[in-house]
């Protein structure tokens, strides 16, 4: 009979970290108090990973729409139509978690933006 395996070696290492979530979304509600020049240069002030124009006549959005798209070059800026679905998640950073079984038979897991 052949010898019996070696055993690997292993080697199990754990580490507790509470982790501190930071997450904003900002909402910046005017109601026609502001004129398109400060709206403009407050946009482009604030430095937004991503720009959505909602609420506007069609040729005022149109207008920021395109000026926002030259001041924020690499920033994608919408202007959904009323009633649009719009996928707001992102992808900048992901993690990876590591549940142990019983905290993961505890967890409601929900879909976003198709994964889970």
């Known amino acids: 009979p052949p010898p019996p395996p070696e055993a690997a070696p292993s080697k199990v290492v754990t580490e507790v970290r509470d982790v ?3 997450a904003a979304v ?3 509600n005017y109601e026609g108090r502001a004129d398109g020049r400060s709206v403009r240069t407050l946009v482009a002030h604030v ?3 991503r720009v959505l124009i909602v609420h506007g006549t069609p040729a005022d959005t149109d ?3 395109g000026h ?3 001041a ?4 994608p ?3 959904p139509s009323a009633g649009e679905v719009v996928d707001c998640t992102s992808d900048t950073a992901v993690w990876s978690l ?3 079984q019983d905290l993961l038979s505890r967890t409601c897991l929900r879909d976003v933006a198709g994964y889970r």
């Open 26 to 28: 900002h909402f910046c």
């Open 47 to 49: 430095e937004p990973r």
């Open 63 to 65: 207008h920021l729409l």
């Open 98 to 100: 590591q549940l142990s």
């Open 77 to 79: 800026v919408d202007a």
């Open 72 to 75: 924020l070059p690499g920033v």
């Open 68 to 70: 926002l798209r030259t």
């Open 20 to 22: 501190h979530l930071r």
